[in-house]
């Protein structure tokens, strides 16, 4: 049986589509790497992913929705960690790059935008007060996802 889909209030939103984004990462990883594609065309994505995408969506989250929880909430923690990981591999230079490293990738990524959308967002949600939903719904922009990327080794 099926769980029910998250209910995700309108001021979250805009991250979790964005995660729906960071999960087709993910996915066109994999298939890179399914197909035999040269690594570094798929760091070079995964690259320009994070500086178009990635970078700002870690910032709001830290900035804006994190905070409504304790500093010290252990997911809130977790979650930090992942984007310090996440933000280490990007810096990590292209060449030499393995395939086990963008499997890792793939994986913490996976799990990182699950660990957000199935335990911090709803905490968030259930513990923000009305005026803090309310400025994280001013405060967060949806990224306007123009995925202009020519080198589509996914397909």
């Known amino acids: 049986m099926m769980s029910e889909p998250i209910k995700r209030h309108e001021a979250l939103q805009p991250l979790s589509r964005e995660h729906h984004q960071g999960l087709l990462l993910a996915m066109k990883v994999g298939k890179g790497l399914k197909k035999g594609v040269a690594l570094n065309r798929i760091k070079k994505y995964v690259d320009w992913f994070f500086s178009h995408y990635l970078k700002s969506h870690f910032e709001a989250e830290e900035k804006y929705a994190f905070p409504i929880l304790d500093d010290d909430h252990p997911g809130v923690q977790q979650a930090l960690e992942e984007h310090r990981k ?3 591999f990007v810096k990590s230079p292209m060449h030499g790059i393995q395939e086990e490293q963008l499997i890792e990738f793939k994986q913490l990524l996976e799990g990182h935008i699950r660990l ?8 968030i949600q259930e513990k923000a007060t009305a005026e803090e939903l309310q400025k994280l719904e001013e405060v967060l922009n949806e990224a306007d996802f ?3 990327w020519s ?5």
Not at 151 to 155: A, P, Q, R, V
Request: charged residues 40%.
């Open 86 to 88: 996440i933000e280490a």
């Open 116 to 123: 957000e959308e199935r335990q911090l967002f709803n905490e």
């Open 146 to 148: 123009c995925l202009t």
């Open 151 to 155: 080198d589509e080794f996914w397909k």
